[in-house]
């Protein structure tokens, strides 16, 4: 999107931004006014493209999203663990196919992808909550780490847009069409109770058994 701009290795914004900053080094994104303003339009659009295409396949796919995002997010995690227990080890190495790796990577990503695994095979396992919640905190770190907010401005333009897109779809769209509300059913994964991994579960203290309190990933990172 023109309204992301990446940044250089230094950590400065390209010249289009206007704004410069340093982030330890870290390549990412910069979130800009134009970004903020239009985010309400581009979430509702993509909440009522799944609402009205409910299907299977369409949970199928939103499920690779997230593992694949997932996958990333924990083999940053497991890195900066291993390297730091086993400094010693962290050196390049040539692999085929893959070239110069750092010798950490390898264990960091055969411990994301067996992660990711066991979750997909163990989905309706009343414990299999517990690899959902590690899998969105590592995806939800790693966006952290990669996108970047210049100023408060900026910040509060997004933490406005997201207010009034959650309070629109949740509490005032019932009222006007639908008599549900779209967001809670996507949510819930529609008539069919689909499971939808995008968003943290909590199990209900005191509640029935499989019972869960949700909260969605875009609550949490914003």
């Not at 900053?21 to 493209?49: D, K, N, P, R």
């Amino acid at each position: 999107y023109e309204s992301f701009h990446p940044k250089s290795e230094d950590g400065e914004a390209s010249d289009r931004g206007g704004s410069h900053g340093h982030h330890g080094g870290l390549e990412g994104l910069e979130i800009t006014e134009s970004s903020a303003a239009y985010f309400v339009v581009f979430a509702s659009i993509v909440l009522l493209v799944i609402f009205f295409t409910m299907q299977h396949w369409v949970f199928i796919m939103i499920k690779c999203v997230f593992c694949f995002a997932a996958m990333q997010g924990m083999t940053a995690l497991f890195f900066a663990v291993y390297e730091s227990l086993f400094t010693s080890y962290s050196q390049d190495v040539d692999i085929p196919v893959f070239g110069t790796v750092n010798a950490v990577s390898v264990p960091s990503v055969a411990s994301a992808v067996l992660t990711v695994l066991v979750w997909l095979l163990n989905q309706d396992q009343p414990w299999a909550w517990i690899l959902q919640d590690i899998m969105g905190m590592s995806f939800l770190v790693n966006v952290l780490r990669l996108v970047h907010l210049p100023n408060l401005k900026v910040g509060a333009l997004l933490l406005i847009g997201a207010m009034c897109y959650d309070i629109f779809w949740v509490y005032i769209q019932p009222h006007l069409f639908g008599h549900e509300s779209v967001m809670v059913k996507v949510a819930k994964g529609g008539d069919n109770h689909e499971s939808l991994p995008m968003l943290f579960l909590f199990p209900r203290l005191g509640g029935a058994a499989g019972a869960f309190s949700m909260l969605g990933y875009g609550d949490v990172i914003l």
